[in-house]
């Protein structure tokens, strides 16, 4: 299943993920033990923001590379933010981009998810996307047999498919990015001055308590 869905990209704008894919639906028997939580920021901030994006969208990349550094530096350093990042892939080749991010454990995923977001032209046009991928995380951290076990790892694909399910179900996500900010849901990815606007009055409120 796995190998022939990661040779289809579906790039739409914005990454509109209107119903849930037939791999996934496949592994909704299944309860795999959850993924390590990727986190960066303190967890008693005041606000908590969980960032929902899939590695084949070009919106979630533009997030994850331009705005959220301004988020870390502005907040999260300070400690008024807390992120967690959650993968939910919308088509196979952002799968499989998914399990090589987690292959090299929490301390080397984000640094992996940012690379793929650099990168995302690179190996969505390639002729062969899934070995571009494969040598994109070999040079970033992984040997070529790690690479390769990861792909293989059918109980890492089904807990990467429950985590978008989850997702799916607590927060209706039709749209990658979304944002969840103290529980909140904003499907879409902000600016910087968006995301100032929405959490300078909860940070105001907090200190106020």
Not at 45 to 67: G, K, Q, R, W
Not at 70 to 85: A, F, L, M, N, R
Request: proline residues 6%; neutral net charge.
């Amino acid at each position: 299943m796995g190998q022939t869905m990661s040779k289809t990209i579906i790039v739409l704008l914005g990454s509109i993920l209107s119903a849930t894919p037939l791999w996934a639906e496949e592994a909704a028997n299944t309860d795999p033990k959850p993924l390590p939580e990727i986190t960066l920021g303190k967890d008693s901030a005041p606000v908590t923001m969980i960032e929902y994006t899939s590695m084949t969208c070009p919106h979630c990349a533009d997030f994850h590379l331009n705005v959220l550094p301004e988020i870390q530096k502005k907040y999260v350093d300070k400690g008024e933010v807390k992120i967690i990042h959650r993968d939910y892939p919308g088509d196979g080749l952002s799968l499989k981009a998914t399990q090589l991010a987690f292959c090299g454990g929490p301390q080397l995923h984000q640094k992996m998810v940012t690379t793929f977001f650099q990168t995302q032209d690179r190996w969505m046009s390639a002729k062969d996307p899934e070995a571009e991928l494969k040598k994109i995380a070999c040079e970033n951290g992984l040997t070529k047999q790690q690479a390769t076990s990861c792909l293989q790892n059918t109980e890492l694909m089904d807990q990467i498919i429950h985590t978008r399910q989850e997702g799916q179900k607590k927060y209706n996500i039709a749209f990658t990015p979304t944002l969840i900010i103290n529980g909140k849901v904003i499907p879409q990815g902000l600016t910087f001055e968006e995301f100032q606007g929405k959490v300078d009055p909860l940070l105001t409120k907090a200190s106020a308590k």
